[in-house]
């Protein structure tokens, strides 16, 4: 099954629902129901948060090196810049999140906008 396996009107919103939603719902239910049973400390939950830092990585690896759209045609050293130069503001704002991500947007933008 793929995104274009069916030619009908629904099946995109019957294929995101399946393929995307329901499992971000089960996932979350088990996290709710096994999170309260585990230590912090615990093996398990330290590889699920390396698992969940893996992935969100690999997203915003993707973003940068790879992205669609509009932001296709910003150079690479312009997306790798603003990247590097918003977590180095968010290092040294005390990593503060917002901080971040509005140097590293900022940045995107100027630049673009000076091109």
Do not use: H
């Amino acid at each position: 099954m793929t995104w274009t396996s069916f030619s009908t009107w629904w099946w995109p919103y019957l294929f995101i629902l399946f393929a995307g939603a329901l499992p971000t719902y089960v996932f979350r239910l088990m996290g709710v129901i096994v999170g309260g049973r585990i230590r912090e400390d615990s093996e398990a939950l330290v590889f699920v948060r390396c698992v969940a830092t893996a992935l969100v990585a690999g997203v915003i690896a993707q973003l940068i090196l790879y992205p669609n759209g509009e932001l296709a045609n910003a150079p690479l050293w312009l997306r790798v810049g603003s990247a590097a130069s918003g977590f180095f503001a968010f290092l040294l704002a005390g990593k503060r999140l917002l901080v971040g991500i509005a140097v590293a947007e900022i940045l995107l933008v100027a630049g673009w906008i000076m091109l």
